[in-house]
């Protein structure tokens, strides 16, 4: 491998995050979204969001992916690889981080909800006052899990043209005839990627224990 090479799977890796995090910037807050619908039992919206979480947890990212490339077209909607993909990364993100966020407010004690009623606190508050920044904590872990299964489902990309870290890795070791190399060198990058996330974590769930959050 020569400079070029581990260049290659370098921009592959930075689009690799690039997506991730796009991805996971739209589904984190429309997972959360979801999960307030199902939470409140709102007619028909619950079971449409029940139907829609179970429906894509129970597709593999690939499929979705080729479905959203190549089925949209057959209903006059034709999206770039790239818009295909984060389309697609975020609707699988968004499914299990409604899961994520529904498991904390499942738990959440519905006791504090009747007294923040009976001081008077108005729905908005209450969900910004209290119940936020608890399952908020609640749900940390399993949020940072989710960004991490989200990285490592982006090979699902390659499958319509896509360049990230695998399909770069894959270029290389053909390219060179030695495909053992890049691909060390991609599991390397995301072992690294990985780990910052891994590292961000912990220092979120430091500083609330800090506060006494946890």
Sequence with gaps: MNANDYFSILQGALLTVSLSIVSLIIGIPLGL???LIRWAKLPLLKDLAHVYVNLIRSCPTVTL???IYYALPEFGVSLNPLPAAVLALTLSTTAFNCEVWRSALVE????QLDAAYALGLNQINRMRLIVFPQIWRASLPGLFNEITLQ????PAVAVIGIVEITRAALRVGSNTYEPLPPFIFALLIYSAIVFVFLKLQKYFELQMKEKGYL
Aim: glycine share 8%.
């Design 33 to 35: 979204g979801l999960a």
């Design 65 to 67: 992916v080729l479905l």
């Design 108 to 111: 959440f004690p519905k006791d």
């Design 151 to 154: 990285i490592k489902s982006t």
